[in-house]
């Protein structure tokens, strides 16, 4: 049986993280070039033209895997200008040449997304994926997937996640993909804090 898993998230979610975990499988057909470099642009995505395009999926050739994964950001950007992923179309096309379609949608704190967009982007355009995954919700089986969680648990989440998504993940291949934690730059330390004193308060009492 083939298969097509696609990942996407809002920009700024962790695309370039999962796109690395979970094509790293000898038996996936992903963004294998990201696996030699900590970060590349998205153009280089094997599917990058197909997103803007999905009828270049009629010239693909489906006989290279039985497991594809592509990742695409919502919104990505071409020519500077924001653009929402043709999913729809996409999945339609898609559809014809693999028998299974499962979709993986990328979650981050929603103040480190803000933050990290108007770095990058200087627009916060979360807002913009949110609206545009209410037609993946409607119409496909989605999961979901956390870079929090990744981080936290690492090799064990993407255990459960091969379970949850039947996908081949090399986990022996992954620890050097998870030594950095993205949000770390966004995290300040808070040395106090109003309620302090009375969680103290509740620790001596009990």
Known sequence: MTRLLIITGPQGSGNHLFSKCLAVHEDVYGWKSLLNTYWEGHHHEPFADAWEDPELLHEFNWSQSDYFVTSVSCPYFKNKQAVVPKYEKFIKIAEQYVDQIDVAIIGRDQTILKYQ???VRKEHTTQIALDSFKWLFEHQQCSFLSQELLALYKVDYLKQVSKQLDWPIAYLSVDDILTNDANKKYIKN????????EVHKAVNES
Do not use: A
């Open 190 to 197: 808070v040395q106090e804090y109003w309620l302090d004193d």
């Open 117 to 119: 967009q108007l770095r």
